[in-house]
């Protein structure tokens, strides 16, 4: 689904169903072993059960990401957010990789803090993350990558439940020992998922808005100078550059007629974000232009309908907070390569640019 209208009455049709059974081609065995997407089908949460099972699976996560938790994350993210340009100042003009950097450690290591996974394991976790949404990916290293994935989280389920703290992870574990939370399949899917979500959008987020915001200097100026609010930047990147390109899948239980085109019961529907985004049906002749002046107008990037991405608050404050800072403290910031040649990260999910080197010119104190 590619028209923002098409894309977003699929989003909120129930006859449109996430659990993998409803797939036909899967269960007629048209899938091979180590299909690259296949993690995303299989993966036991909410992305992948539908009514009162997914309110079930969602339940105990939506209650960490209340708007006053979120709010309350604040000042931790404006600290995260100064300490990593504090960083960047030491390490001198550049060229720096502003993605690995910075765009990064910050929406990590908040995911991280809030799920209560361990230092030692962030980094792997990361890695074993972009094999995950890798389209590069060879279906042997796929298998092999999913099964180390799951040995990961179960050790950090097992760390957890033996020193349990003040974060989501112990709290989903007591949760199931109390009788009324998730099983162990579902909570180690549940943990891969907020843990690939809560980090790798807000990656290719503030990425994304990094190099718009290059390639466009009056908008920058338009920002940094207060005329336009930092969030108006962050939901104009959202619409004109999704962090997520393409996510899947959603299933027909019966035939739907959409748009005029007929889904028959039992195909696999991919939503596909990036292209939504710059729909000229929706967001008029100019859709493929980058314009932070825009009319407000309500994109699908965070999703639509019951599954409508939990962390968005969170991503948001945590782009609004970096972005603001970042130009401040580096007014003269500009791009080591030309930004419209970056290589893409080779993901159909993914989207973001693979590196971001920039010059950071003279920080500001």
């Not at 990656?203 to 336009?228: F, K, M």
């Amino acid at each position: 689904m590619t028209h923002h209208d098409a894309l977003q009455e699929v989003l909120g049709d129930p006859r449109f169903a996430k659990n993998p059974l409803h797939w036909r081609a899967l269960a007629e065995g048209e899938v091979p072993p180590g299909w690259p997407l296949m993690t995303f089908i299989v993966n036991k949460g909410m992305t992948t059960a539908d009514g009162a099972e997914h309110r079930r699976l969602r339940g105990p996560v939506t209650r960490a990401f209340t708007p006053r938790r979120v709010e309350a994350l604040r000042p931790h993210i404006e600290e995260r957010v100064d300490a990593l340009l504090d960083r960047l100042a030491e390490t001198g003009p550049g060229p720096v990789d502003l993605r690995e950097h910075f765009a990064y450690p910050l929406p990590m290591n908040m995911i991280s803090d809030l799920l209560g996974i361990p230092a030692a394991h962030r980094d792997e976790l990361h890695h074993r993350c972009d094999i995950l949404v890798s389209s590069a990916t060879e279906p042997a290293d796929a298998i092999a990558n999913f099964q180390a994935l799951q040995v990961l989280m179960d050790g950090i389920v097992e760390e957890k439940r033996n020193d349990p703290a003040d974060d989501l992870t112990s709290a989903l574990i007591a949760g199931g020992e109390n009788g009324d939370g998730l099983t162990p399949g579902e909570l180690t899917g549940t943990l891969l998922l907020m843990f690939l979500a809560g980090h790798a959008t807000t990656l290719n987020l503030i990425s994304n808005a990094v190099r718009a915001l290059l390639t466009h200097p009056r908008q920058l100026e338009l920002a940094r100078s207060g005329e336009v609010p930092w969030s108006a930047v962050v939901e104009e990147t959202l619409r004109w550059d999704s962090p997520v390109g393409q996510f899947p899948m959603r299933y027909a239980t019966e035939d739907v007629d959409v748009g005029g085109t007929c889904i028959p019961r039992g195909d696999a529907v991919l939503a596909s974000y990036a292209a939504a985004g710059r729909d000229p049906r929706r967001f008029g002749p100019d859709a493929g232009s980058f314009d932070i002046t825009r009319e407000p107008q309500r994109h699908l990037s965070f999703g639509h309908g019951a599954h409508f991405c939990i962390g968005a608050p969170l991503a948001r404050m945590e782009a609004e907070t970096a972005l603001a800072r970042l130009f401040r403290r580096f007014p003269r910031l500009a791009p080591a390569v030309d930004p419209e040649k970056l290589e893409p990260v080779p993901s159909v999910v993914s989207n973001g640019p693979d590196t971001l080197p920039v010059i950071l010119g003279r920080p500001e104190a």
